[in-house]
């Protein structure tokens, strides 16, 4: 008898702590996240790695970087790798797993972030890794009604003001994924003292993804 195929669930998660990793180690959880098995380990070589990226796969300092990321991420304690040749078995450790904030999204939107790219007429320019990361952020932040700047993103997420607000305008405007708007000071009208979110379209809503 065949084994029965096991569906990958609809949604995935992210530890909130990840969102704070440098561009590589976030993309390699990003990847782990979507991609592996139900022994939450990825089989794969550098080549594919690339691809799920974005990235050019013949670049040696691509390779290079994918490879410390790697490894920066094992000595951190969060992933293990076993090497084959080139092929990398990727694996989330325990302490990995015993997340302790954690936000679930959607597999579909997280390939609509990863796809920003290939939008036709984008609003903005910005790169997937940062546009996911500021999604999942208000995500993780969606009961809080409290003005938030695109300042304090930035500082959370190791980033700058200016790829916030380009992520943010591309997730209000390109992905419909969140509803913005802006919050003034009530003493002092021309002051704005932030924006309040709300994270739409991720869970709930069944439409097609663009």
């Known amino acids: 008898m065949d084994n029965p195929v096991v569906e990958q669930p609809d949604e995935v998660e992210f530890d909130y702590d990840w969102l ?20 939450l380990a990825y089989r794969g070589t550098l080549t594919d790695m690339c691809n799920f990226f974005g990235v050019g796969t013949s670049n040696s300092r691509t390779n290079s970087q ?28 325990k302490k990995a797993e015993r997340q302790r904030r954690v936000i679930r ?27 996911l990361k500021v999604w999942l952020f208000l995500l993780d932040r969606k ?17 700058t003001p200016n790829v916030v607000k380009n992520a943010r305008a591309a997730l209000v405007h390109d992905i419909e994924a969140i509803i913005s708007k802006r919050k003034f000071n009530p003493r002092k009208h021309l002051h704005c003292i932030g924006c309040e979110i709300t994270v739409s379209a991720i869970i709930a809503d069944a439409r097609p993804a663009r």
Do not use: C
């Open 20 to 39: 704070s990793r440098t561009n590589y180690q976030f993309k390699l959880l990003a990847l782990l996240a979507v991609l592996a098995d139900n022994h």
């Open 143 to 159: 009961d809080n009604t409290q003005p938030i700047t695109n300042q304090a993103i930035a500082d959370a997420l190791r980033l």
């Open 66 to 93: 994918i490879r410390g990321a790697i490894d920066a991420l094992e000595a951190d304690g969060l992933l293990k790798k076993v090497i084959d040749g080139r092929t990398f078995t990727l694996t989330l450790s």
């Open 105 to 131: 999204i959607q597999r579909e939107w997280v390939m609509v972030a990863k796809n920003y790219a290939q939008i036709p007429n984008k609003s903005v320019s910005v790169g997937w890794e940062p546009l």
